[in-house]
């Protein structure tokens, strides 16, 4: 089944304890991005990649890394957790990521940081 | 990005057509019209996508106004399923990268 997965679905952490959110897409998809919703703000862009390698900034990327070591896999850093990234997280996908392409959604990461 | 106008809210009987509007009036010539919803504690799903002319899939149709200031999708036969929040996104090309700009949506409620 073609799919977008993300782990973990649910985390409560800590400030300042690193931690890493994975993404994996299994459609051989070029383009990955993360998003962040937040009640009243919508969805958001945080990183994007056009393929391997290729990393650059959406539109809230302060607190995050990105890497893109393989085509399949997507992860989010966040090297010091701080309250205000309390929020849902979603991993997308897509063929190329153009302007007619179809982005495929994981289910989400719900992040707490206390 | 070009913005889009949407209701809130809107509420439809099951088994009934629903037309959920969007108004995107500073739509430019090479922005794609897409739809995408999301189910109560789900990732958004795409619906459809549209250029100039009327699309059809297995999930909803897309009626694109002549002069593209506005658009409408239509849900032939609304289920307890379709309950979400919808959203019309505009996406033009730009150099790079494309992201999908969510607004505030129309949240769809059915009724059984």
């Known amino acids: 089944e073609a799919q977008v997965t993300q782990n973990p679905r649910y985390l409560i952490t800590v400030t300042g304890k690193k931690l890493t959110v994975t993404c994996s897409q299994n459609?051989?998809?070029?383009?990955m991005s993360w998003y962040r919703q937040d009640p009243g703000l919508g969805l958001r862009q945080i990183y994007y990649?056009?393929?391997?390698?290729?990393?650059d900034k959406g539109d809230v990327p302060e607190g995050y890394k990105v890497s893109r070591k393989e085509k399949r896999n997507f992860p989010l850093i966040l090297e010091s957790p701080s309250p205000n990234q309390t929020s849902l997280y979603f991993c997308?996908?897509?063929?190329?990521?153009?302007?007619?392409?179809?982005?495929?959604f994981g289910p989400g990461t719900r992040l707490t940081v206390l | 990005d070009a913005k889009t106008t949407q209701p809130n809210s809107m509420e439809s009987n099951e088994e009934e057509p629903v037309h959920l509007p969007c108004n995107h009036s500073?739509?430019?010539?090479?922005?794609?019209i897409h739809w995408y919803r999301q189910l109560p504690s789900q990732g958004p799903e795409y619906v459809i996508h549209?250029?100039?002319s009327n699309v059809n899939n297995r999930m909803a149709s897309l009626a694109i106004a002549e002069d593209r200031k506005s658009s409408t999708l239509i849900l032939h036969r609304a289920t307890l399923r379709d309950a979400a929040v919808y959203y019309c996104?505009?996406?033009?090309?730009?150099?790079?990268?494309?992201?999908?700009?969510f607004g505030k949506g129309t949240r769809l409620s059915v009724i059984a």
């Open positions: 459609m051989n998809h070029e383009y």
């Open positions: 997308a996908s897509s063929e190329q990521g153009e302007v007619a392409d179809t982005q495929y």
């Open positions: 500073t739509i430019s010539g090479t922005d794609y």
């Open positions: 549209g250029l100039t």
């Open positions: 990649s056009m393929n391997v390698e290729v990393t």
């Open positions: 996104i505009l996406r033009g090309w730009n150099s790079g990268n494309t992201p999908l700009v």
